[in-house]
Protein backbone atom coordinates (compact mmCIF):
# COMPACT_ATOMS: atom_id res chain seq x y z
CA UNK A 1 0.00 0.00 0.00
CA UNK A 2 1.28 3.26 -1.26
CA UNK A 3 0.69 6.50 0.96
CA UNK A 4 1.54 10.23 0.33
CA UNK A 5 1.98 12.67 2.98
CA UNK A 6 0.36 15.27 -0.02
CA UNK A 7 -2.43 14.73 -2.29
CA UNK A 8 -4.39 17.06 -4.63
CA UNK A 9 -8.16 17.01 -3.91
CA UNK A 10 -10.24 15.96 -6.88
CA UNK A 11 -13.27 18.03 -6.09
CA UNK A 12 -10.96 20.77 -5.77
CA UNK A 13 -7.43 20.82 -7.45
CA UNK A 14 -6.59 24.18 -5.99
CA UNK A 15 -6.90 22.80 -2.53
CA UNK A 16 -3.89 19.83 -1.50
CA UNK A 17 -4.09 17.89 1.83
CA UNK A 18 -0.86 17.36 3.80
CA UNK A 19 -0.91 15.18 7.07
CA UNK A 20 1.88 13.70 8.97
CA UNK A 21 0.37 12.65 11.72
CA UNK A 22 -1.88 13.66 14.95
CA UNK A 23 -5.45 14.59 15.22
CA UNK A 24 -7.74 15.98 12.67
CA UNK A 25 -10.43 18.45 13.62
CA UNK A 26 -14.40 17.45 12.37
CA UNK A 27 -13.76 20.26 9.94
CA UNK A 28 -10.15 19.09 8.39
CA UNK A 29 -11.87 15.34 8.65
CA UNK A 30 -14.89 16.39 6.28
CA UNK A 31 -12.47 17.35 3.52
CA UNK A 32 -11.18 13.95 3.68
CA UNK A 33 -15.00 12.79 3.27
CA UNK A 34 -15.69 15.10 0.96
CA UNK A 35 -12.78 13.63 -1.44
CA UNK A 36 -14.02 10.27 -0.50
CA UNK A 37 -17.55 11.23 -1.63
CA UNK A 38 -16.22 12.19 -4.84
CA UNK A 39 -14.38 8.74 -5.50
CA UNK A 40 -17.08 6.89 -4.91
CA UNK A 41 -19.27 9.55 -7.14
CA UNK A 42 -21.87 10.18 -4.88
CA UNK A 43 -23.59 12.94 -6.34
CA UNK A 44 -24.62 10.99 -9.59
CA UNK A 45 -25.39 8.23 -7.19
CA UNK A 46 -28.09 10.60 -5.73
CA UNK A 47 -29.25 11.65 -9.26
CA UNK A 48 -29.80 8.10 -10.35
CA UNK A 49 -31.49 7.16 -7.23
CA UNK A 50 -32.67 9.50 -5.39
CA UNK A 51 -35.89 11.92 -6.94
CA UNK A 52 -37.12 14.37 -5.57
CA UNK A 53 -40.33 16.72 -6.36
CA UNK A 54 -38.77 20.16 -6.63
CA UNK A 55 -41.42 23.02 -7.94
CA UNK A 56 -39.11 25.75 -6.81
CA UNK A 57 -38.98 28.39 -9.27
CA UNK A 58 -35.90 29.57 -8.60
CA UNK A 59 -32.66 28.21 -6.74
CA UNK A 60 -29.02 28.39 -6.72
CA UNK A 61 -27.95 24.84 -5.26
CA UNK A 62 -29.01 21.87 -6.76
CA UNK A 63 -31.17 18.79 -4.36
CA UNK A 64 -28.16 17.00 -4.60
CA UNK A 65 -25.71 19.15 -3.14
CA UNK A 66 -28.15 19.92 -0.48
CA UNK A 67 -28.29 16.48 0.57
CA UNK A 68 -25.00 16.43 0.13
CA UNK A 69 -24.26 18.87 2.61
CA UNK A 70 -26.77 17.26 4.94
CA UNK A 71 -24.36 14.20 4.86
CA UNK A 72 -21.30 15.76 5.80
CA UNK A 73 -22.99 17.41 8.78
CA UNK A 74 -23.97 14.40 9.80
CA UNK A 75 -20.34 12.78 9.52
CA UNK A 76 -19.00 16.15 11.41
CA UNK A 77 -22.00 15.19 14.07
CA UNK A 78 -22.87 19.30 13.24
CA UNK A 79 -26.64 19.45 15.00
CA UNK A 80 -28.65 21.04 17.21
CA UNK A 81 -30.78 20.34 20.45
CA UNK A 82 -33.83 21.42 18.02
CA UNK A 83 -33.19 19.27 15.02
CA UNK A 84 -33.06 16.27 17.20
CA UNK A 85 -36.01 16.66 19.26
CA UNK A 86 -38.13 17.49 16.23
CA UNK A 87 -37.03 14.32 14.89
CA UNK A 88 -37.90 12.45 17.93
CA UNK A 89 -41.43 14.33 18.07
CA UNK A 90 -42.66 14.30 14.56
CA UNK A 91 -41.74 11.15 13.57
CA UNK A 92 -41.44 9.33 16.68
CA UNK A 93 -38.37 8.46 16.06
CA UNK A 94 -34.54 8.27 17.52
CA UNK A 95 -32.11 9.81 15.32
CA UNK A 96 -29.28 7.23 14.36
CA UNK A 97 -26.74 10.24 15.15
CA UNK A 98 -27.27 13.05 17.74
CA UNK A 99 -26.27 16.44 17.80
CA UNK A 100 -22.81 16.78 19.35
CA UNK A 101 -23.28 17.53 22.81
CA UNK A 102 -26.17 15.17 23.26
CA UNK A 103 -24.14 12.41 25.36
CA UNK A 104 -22.03 15.06 27.26
CA UNK A 105 -25.81 16.85 27.87
CA UNK A 106 -27.52 13.60 29.15
CA UNK A 107 -23.88 12.41 32.09
CA UNK A 108 -24.77 13.17 35.92
CA UNK A 109 -21.60 15.04 35.94
CA UNK A 110 -22.95 17.62 33.17
CA UNK A 111 -26.74 18.01 34.53
CA UNK A 112 -25.83 18.99 38.03
CA UNK A 113 -23.19 21.73 36.88
CA UNK A 114 -25.12 24.95 37.42
CA UNK A 115 -22.65 27.06 35.31
CA UNK A 116 -24.44 25.36 31.97
CA UNK A 117 -27.32 27.33 30.75
CA UNK A 118 -29.87 24.19 30.86
CA UNK A 119 -29.53 23.43 34.53
Known amino acids: MATSHENRLLFNSN ?4 HSG ?8 LIL ?5 DKFKFSRILRKN ?6 RLYYIHENESILEQIVLQLIAR ?3 EE ?3 TVVDTFDKVPLIPYGMYHKEKSKKYASNPK ?3 N
Not at 15 to 18: A, E, L, R, W
Open 116 to 118: HRH
Open 50 to 55: IQIQDD
Open 83 to 85: NYQ
Open 22 to 29: GNLSSDSG
Open 78 to 80: YGS
Open 15 to 18: ISVS
Open 33 to 37: AKELM
